[in-house]
């Protein structure tokens, strides 16, 4: 019999145990298979990721003169449209003046004249008014115009990157993570939208219920955000298997937390990247249904509508067409700097590629 006076001898869990050997059934924690951090965790330590991530995008030199030349467009747009200039109302008498910029007439540029005819003096303008970009066929400054008409492509920017973000980012996220019957009826209705291009489904949704901006952004509504859903949806496919996410779900967590509190901190980079990539084209439809008159219509200003006035007298006063081009191609083109390097940016892999 046992002595119930005497206590056993108290053994050590770990006793016995090899170092750096795990028990049965455990596995140690190595930075290799460390589960991803809880959001509050990587709300602490997130300063450091962010600071990378700004950190490899200003090392990224076309990427900043792209932010530059964005910002300036950005400024130029919000503010000449608050002061009026003497050209802000129609005036024939003003019509088709070349562009003059002080300072710059005694270089013999951009002086106002045309054919060795100064047409300021011509048309009796009075001395100091000057119109930077000229006038258009009634007279208005189109310094004026060209600004108001990037405001409404700002506007379709903004517009655009909202339903990639709310829409496409929510349709793919709940597409991939529950998946089976699920993610194969949303992925359907995906195909079918995706078996039609933008453009022809945009063009025909104005047509049917008239021009103006209102058209083009329901138009966007119905097939801006496919694209941004497949990336969404890629992403949630492969991270719903990772063991934080098989950690909540032990740990009780509903699918909805898991989906945009735990999964959506992890896909940042490419959700942001895919929706500034969307941008370019979003501004590039809204452009072309103003140039064939099914977009912003007269009396207000579009860049597309711009250079459709601006085309039918080409010939004749090329900077109606020049000008507003240029501007529309310098707002695309810097928007996809700043995406391409957003995408570097978020991807270290990418700089080591190129590099």
Known sequence: MTDPNVQPDRVAPTTALDPGVAPEGLRLVSDANRPATSVIAAGRSGRG??????????????????????????????????????????????????????????????????????????????????????????????????????????????????????????????????????????????????GIPQLVIVTLFVVAVGPGIGAIVFGLLLSNWLAMSRVARAQALRQKGEEYVLASRTLGARNGHIVFVEILPNILGPIVTMSMFSIPAAIFTESYLSFVGLGVQAPMASLGSLVSIGYKSFLSYPSLVIIPVVVLGLLMVAFTLVADGLKEATDPRLISRRG
């Open 49 to 194: 990721g962010l600071h990378d991530i700004v950190r490899r995008f200003r090392r990224n030199w076309p990427a900043m003169v792209g932010l530059g030349v964005l910002a300036v467009i950005v400024l130029l747009a919000v503010v000449v449209p608050f002061f009026p200039t003497a050209g802000d109302t129609a005036n024939v008498a003003y019509r088709f003046l070349p562009p003059k910029v002080p300072g710059l007439e005694a270089l013999g540029i951009l002086n106002g004249t045309r054919d060795g005819v100064d047409q300021y003096a011509k048309a009796n303008v009075p001395a100091g008014t000057s119109f930077l970009f000229g006038t258009d066929d009634l007279g208005r400054d189109l310094f004026e115009r060209v600004w108001s008409g990037t405001r409404v492509s700002l506007l379709v920017a903004v517009i655009a990157f909202a339903i990639d973000v709310v829409i496409g980012m929510t349709y793919g996220l709940v597409s991939g993570y529950f998946g089976g019957r699920i993610d194969g009826g949303m992925q359907r209705v995906v195909e079918v939208l995706s």
